[in-house]
């Protein structure tokens, strides 16, 4: 899990896949997800 976890932070901080995205849903309440704005994400 230790590696997975490293990982997964060396591939956001390297690729910054946010900032890339076309679209982000932020999932954190699966009841009522949204759309992350463009400016919100950095």
Do not use: K
Not at 8 to 27: E, I, M, S, W
């Amino acid at each position: 899990m230790r590696r997975y976890v490293e990982g997964q932070r060396l591939y956001f901080r390297t690729c910054d896949p946010r900032a890339r995205a076309d679209v982000v849903v932020d999932n954190s309440d699966v009841d009522d997800p949204r759309i992350v704005p463009r400016q919100a994400r950095r």
